[in-house]
């Protein structure tokens, strides 16, 4: 049961590259997320799925698009990176089989510098 | 507009005393909380919550108190240990599945 597992680790793009950050769970779990922490900021949420198919914009949505194609996986996309977009992106999933479910369990992170 | 704030970036402790981290919200209709905490080149781990209908909740040497009128609540770790030095981030949800979290407080433990 590896949890949340997050790929790259580490990734240095250029301005105007693009890239997708992979997320996968095993848990079967119906949430998953997309958060950014930068210094002084605390986590703040991209964008969020409650389940397959599903997606919805978070607190901080520009510049990034989502997929959850699949139940276990939840794609972040960056399609023209800005040094703005250098952080580091973590993924989250959470379970609720009816009503809420708040506690999430976090993948290790995603360390992004845009040049 | 952050709705939850932790105001102290970093707190340093000696090993054997009491950690206290505050965190403050400003929505009144938050209903449930959370602690995280969160170790360099790792993802965030749960650690403790508290429902809004509580005014304690604990966990072995973690102890979340939330005081509604004051809009605060606080975690106390007795003993503080070494394996306790992470940030930890206080977290917020509204009677939904999404979390505020704040800006994290850095706690060193010193031997």
Same mark, same amino acid.
């Given at each position: 049961?590896?949890?949340?597992?997050?790929?790259?680790?580490?990734?240095?793009?250029?301005?105007?590259?693009?890239?997708? #950050?992979?997320?996968?769970?095993?848990?079967?779990?119906?949430?998953?997320?997309?958060?950014?922490?930068?210094?002084?900021?605390?986590?703040?949420?991209?964008?969020?799925?409650?389940g397959?198919?599903?997606?919805?914009?978070?607190?901080v949505?520009?510049?990034?698009?989502?997929?959850?194609?699949?139940?276990?996986?939840?794609? #972040?996309?960056?399609?023209?990176?800005?040094?703005?977009?250098? $952080?580091?992106?973590?993924?989250? %999933?959470?379970?609720?089989?009816?009503?809420?479910?708040?506690?999430?369990?976090?993948?290790?992170?995603?360390?992004?510098?845009?040049? | 507009?952050?709705?939850?704030?932790?105001?102290?970036?970093?707190?340093?402790?000696?090993?054997?005393?009491?950690?206290? #981290?505050?965190? =403050?919200?400003t929505?009144?209709?938050?209903?449930?909380?959370?602690?995280y905490?969160?170790y360099?080149?790792?993802?965030?781990?749960?650690?403790?919550? *508290? $429902? $809004?209908?509580? =005014?304690?909740?604990?966990?072995?040497?973690?102890?979340?108190?939330?005081?509604?009128?004051?809009?605060?609540? %606080? #975690?106390? *770790?007795v003993?503080?240990?070494?394996?306790? %030095?992470?940030?930890?981030?206080?977290?917020?949800?509204l009677? =939904?599945?999404?979390?505020?979290?704040g800006?994290?407080?850095?706690?060193?433990?010193?031997?």
């Amino acid at each position: 049961n590896a949890g949340v597992t997050q790929t790259p680790k580490f990734r240095v793009l250029k301005t105007g590259q693009s890239m997708t #950050l992979l997320c996968a769970q095993d848990m079967n779990h119906e949430y998953m997320y997309w958060y950014r922490q930068d210094p002084g900021m605390g986590l703040r949420l991209i964008h969020y799925s409650v389940g397959e198919g599903t997606t919805a914009k978070g607190e901080v949505p520009d510049g990034y698009n989502v997929s959850r194609l699949k139940k276990q996986n939840f794609l #972040l996309g960056l399609e023209s990176a800005a040094p703005s977009q250098t $952080s580091v992106y973590f993924c989250a %999933s959470s379970y609720s089989a009816s009503g809420p479910s708040y506690e999430q369990y976090f993948g290790p992170g995603t360390r992004l510098t845009v040049t | 507009d952050q709705q939850v704030k932790q105001n102290s970036p970093s707190l340093s402790v000696q090993e054997g005393r009491i950690s206290i #981290l505050n965190c =403050d919200y400003t929505n009144s209709m938050f209903d449930y909380f959370l602690w995280y905490k969160k170790y360099p080149a790792e993802g965030p781990t749960f650690l403790i919550s *508290i $429902s $809004s209908i509580k =005014d304690k909740n604990e966990d072995g040497r973690f102890t979340v108190f939330l005081n509604k009128s004051a809009k605060h609540l %606080s #975690l106390h *770790i007795v003993p503080s240990q070494p394996g306790d %030095s992470a940030v930890y981030f206080c977290a917020a949800s509204l009677n =939904d599945y999404k979390l505020s979290f704040g800006a994290g407080t850095t706690v060193t433990v010193r031997a």
